[in-house]
């Protein structure tokens, strides 16, 4: 039998397709929440905000912040996947449990902090890209805890990110990075898009 | 038996300490980029290009150019993960093989080329958070293509990227994303770190 890690990755599709009489209830949503935040984070920061968006009327207003796309509200939930722009003041509250566990040294909260301000402090670039990279993997992950539950998901970055911040109450430090509609699949959705050859995008040196 | 898929997530760890004595040959690195590239892609525009650094020589330049960080070395390779600016002039070549499978009407990808053409044509932060999220999405594949192998991988942020995209001809439209050094684990790394409580991170509306 092929690894199902195998066969996950080689017959998931990006799903546009949903079966609207399907739902999520929250255990659910927070059980595949659980595990797409077991994604790595730069210094752990889980600079990351999960919005799972499964009521009709939340569903109506997110699917007119992104430009009216069925998937939105079809799906069981569809997820705001936000990054948040990192900040050093949140290393205590990271890191404490690791120092709790017992396999890293008290200090290192302190070490990673400065670690944290020197390098985005001042770089509002690199902020935006940590913020887009920790929701980007977040939302990977996400649909990797979604196949392993036997559910279909579509992402999608066609959305006004003005209108979702301010419809969903986002803080000014969080970006709304990826949409993420997740539940199960109806009949008529394509196949996996056929992908470059190896060689165009591969380098071995 | 537990979901080998949750299995792997809630196991992964970001390895920091490889075995420096075991190698993988072209042919294994291939296959493991193959898996990263089934990752989805906005408008299947694959804009990614993987570098696979694995002879001592490029990966003492690598080492250089991201601190010193002893685990570009140790693991059998580490790969620089780019992001691409994405252009429409890329449509043709990376639509054409869904048309001919069947199930993309031909029209779809001037269609497409033109949505391409106006969501990032004049918006350069557009362009480059979809560079970070299409480079992001492939390293998190192959994360999971690597787990589904028995290896480890610990990825990096920590590293120049000017010195990055001279010491290994980028091109101008090409962002180094983030590495990810991809090997045997030896003894010594820690566990996983533990998380913010869900509460923290997930609202469900």
Chains 1, 2 share one sequence.
Not at 127 to 151: C, N, P, S, V
Not at 155 to 169: K, L, N, Q, S, T
Request: with cysteine.
């Amino acid at each position: 039998m092929k690894n199902p890690i195998i066969a996950a990755i080689e017959s998931r599709v990006s799903t546009n397709l949903f079966d609207s009489e399907k739902v999520l209830d929250p255990e659910h949503i927070e059980e595949l929440t659980r595990l797409a935040t077991r994604a790595p984070t730069a210094y752990n920061l889980q600079n990351w905000r999960f919005i799972a968006v499964r009521t009709p009327e939340a569903k109506a207003r997110l699917q007119a912040a992104a430009y009216g796309q069925a998937k939105v509200s079809e799906a069981a939930v569809t997820y705001i996947v936000c990054g948040q722009l990192p900040s050093h003041t949140v290393m205590e509250e990271c890191l404490r449990p690791s120092v709790e566990a017992g396999f890293m040294p008290a200090q290192m909260i302190d070490a990673w902090s400065e670690a944290v301000e020197s390098t985005y402090g001042d770089n509002p670039q690199m902020q935006r890209d940590e913020a887009i990279r920790t929701a980007t993997l977040g939302a990977a992950f996400l649909m990797f805890a979604a196949e392993a539950h036997g559910l279909a998901t579509g992402p999608m970055v066609g959305f006004d990110p003005a209108a979702v911040a301010r419809e969903f109450g986002l803080a000014a430090h969080e970006i709304p990075v990826v949409l993420l509609a997740v539940g199960h699949a109806r009949q008529g959705n394509w196949p996996q898009k056929p992908r470059l050859p190896i060689s165009r995008v591969l380098e071995t040196i």
